[in-house]
């Protein structure tokens, strides 16, 4: 199932550190690597888009991507609100091994209630002693976020393979902050 996103996100950065344009034909995704291109067929009304992936989600269960406003109208799941689709994944960037700098953190949890939240991040700071664990609120709810103390994307990506899956709510992905 494919839903959709827009205004309340509207110019925030995304999971890859670009400003989230609504009208612009990105989506997000849970799993596939930043910058993929996908075809998204809605196999209600036959319509597809290619769209870059560029966020992180959707945080629902039985979703598996989350469109852009544009995407969503251009498709015909704005109107539907969830449509059933499906997902090819046809380009994938090219992986530098160069670290790309700026501050790296990890996400671990996404939580429509504050107290589970809460929850998460005394059990992240129990493990994570070394690092900052950040509990904030979000347009959708609440997340939970590791910030390792040398906030590098190496230094993330070490900490998000670290984290078992059972002990969070979500599988950890890496979110760029600056």
């Known amino acids: 199932m494919a839903s959709w996103y827009g205004p ?15 009208n ?6 849970l799993t596939l690597p930043m910058g ?13 888009v290619v769209v870059k992936i560029t966020d992180r ?8 991507i989350d469109l852009s406003l544009a995407a969503a109208k251009a498709t015909g799941v704005y ?6 689709v499906k997902v090819e994944a046809f380009a994938a960037p090219l992986r530098a091994n160069a670290d790309p700098g700026g501050h790296w953190c990890v996400q671990v949890g996404a939580f429509a209630r504050e107290s589970d939240a809460l929850k998460l ?24 976020r590791i ?6 994307k ?11 899956p059972k002990d969070t709510a979500a599988a950890p992905y890496l979110i760029r902050t600056d």
Do not use: C
């Not at 993929?36 to 597809?48: D, P």
């Not at 109107?79 to 059933?84: D, E, F, N």
């Open 24 to 29: 612009a034909m990105t989506a997000a995704h």
């Open 147 to 152: 910030s390792p103390k040398l906030p590098n």
């Open 57 to 64: 989600g959707p945080f629902v269960h039985g979703r598996i």
């Open 8 to 22: 309340p996100y509207a110019g925030r950065k995304g999971a890859d550190g670009t400003v989230y344009d609504q």
């Open 36 to 48: 993929t291109m996908v075809r998204v067929t809605n196999l209600t009304n036959n319509e597809s």
């Open 79 to 84: 109107r539907a609100g969830v449509a059933k």
């Open 121 to 144: 991040k005394e059990e992240m700071i129990r493990r994570y002693a070394t690092a900052k664990v950040i509990e904030f609120p979000g347009p959708t709810g609440h997340w939970v």
């Open 154 to 164: 190496s230094n993330a990506s070490e900490v998000a393979d670290s984290i078992h």
